[in-house]
Nanobody
Framework: VQLQASGGGLVQAGGSLRLSCAGS????????MGWFRQAPGKEREFVAA????????WYADSVKGRFTISRDNARNTIYLQMNSLKPEDTAVYYC?????????????????WGQGTQVTVSS
C-alpha cells in the first residue's frame, strides 16, 4: 500500500481543514487506516482510525467531537475533517495503513505510512 497525504495548511484558531490520504494497492479497501500527528520535539501520537468498511471509528480524546475520519474505498481515499482547530493541533499529520487487528492507536501497528502534511493553527 502506498499513501499520499494532502490538504494541510495554515489556518486560524477555530477554523477548519480537511486532510486527504490517497492510497494505491489492491489491499487498500481491506486495510485499517489511521491518522497520526507529530509536533516538534514530541512523539508521534494517535489522532483517529477507521475500520476497513468505514463503519467503526476511533478517536483520541483530544480531538473527539472536533475531528471526523472517513473513507471512500471506491476512491481509495481516507479523510480527516478537522473543525474548531486549536494552536495545539499544530503538527505534521501522517496517514497510515495496517492489514491486521493490532492496536489501532499504536504507531508500531502500522506498516505503511504517507509522507506527512503540515498543519499550522495560529492563535
Amino acid at each position: 500500500v502506498q499513501l499520499q497525504a494532502s490538504g494541510g495548511g495554515l489556518v486560524q484558531a477555530g477554523g477548519s481543514l480537511r486532510l486527504s490520504c490517497a492510497g494505491s494497492g489492491r489491499t487498500f479497501s481491506r486495510a485499517r487506516m489511521g491518522w497520526f500527528r507529530q509536533a516538534p520535539g514530541k512523539e508521534r501520537e494517535f489522532v483517529a482510525a477507521v475500520g476497513w468498511s468505514g463503519v467503526t471509528t476511533w478517536y483520541a480524546d483530544s480531538v473527539k467531537g472536533r475531528f471526523t475520519i472517513s473513507r471512500d474505498n471506491a476512491r481509495n481515499t481516507i479523510y480527516l475533517q478537522m473543525n474548531s482547530l486549536k494552536p495545539e493541533d499544530t503538527a505534521v499529520y501522517y496517514c497510515a495503513a495496517k492489514t491486521d487487528s493490532a492496536k489501532h492507536n499504536s504507531p508500531s501497528s502500522y506498516a505503511y505510512w504517507g509522507q506527512g502534511t503540515q498543519v499550522t493553527v495560529s492563535s
